[in-house]
C-alpha cells in the first residue's frame, strides 16, 4: 500500500511538473505572438499612423447615376479608376439597356486610354468593361 501510494505521490509529481513546463511554454510563444502582432492565430489590428495633413482621409463614394460612374473614369488616381472599370463591368453584365445607356455616354471613348495604364488592376478591369460592353 505504501509503494502504491508513493507511486501516485510521484505520478502526480511528474504530471504538475509537465504542467508547469506546458503552461511556460505557452506563456512564452503568446508573448513572441503578440511582439509580432498576432494574438494565438488571430491577426490584431495594428495601430494605423494617421494620415498626412495634406491628404484626404479615405472617401467612400456611393453612385447610382452612370454618367458620374463614366466622369469617375478620368480620375487621376488609380484606386477610383479601378472600381468605376469594376462598377461599368457588373451594371453593363445585368443587360442590354444598360449597355446602349453607356454606350450613349461614351463611356467606351473614356474606357479605352485606361487600357494602357501603367496599374495592372485598372487595365484589367478597364479590359473587363470593354469586353462586355462590345459583346454581343
Known sequence: MVDSKRSLDLARSHLLSRERALTSSRDTARSHLSSRGTDMGKKVKKDEKPPPDDVFDPLLVESRQAGTVVLMLSSPEEDVQAKACEAIYK?????????????????????????QSEDRIVRRNACMAVSVMTAH
Open 91 to 115: 451594371y453593363v453584365d445585368k443587360c442590354d439597356e444598360n449597355k446602349k445607356q453607356l454606350l450613349d455616354l461614351n463611356a467606351i471613348e473614356a474606357l479605352l486610354p485606361l487600357l
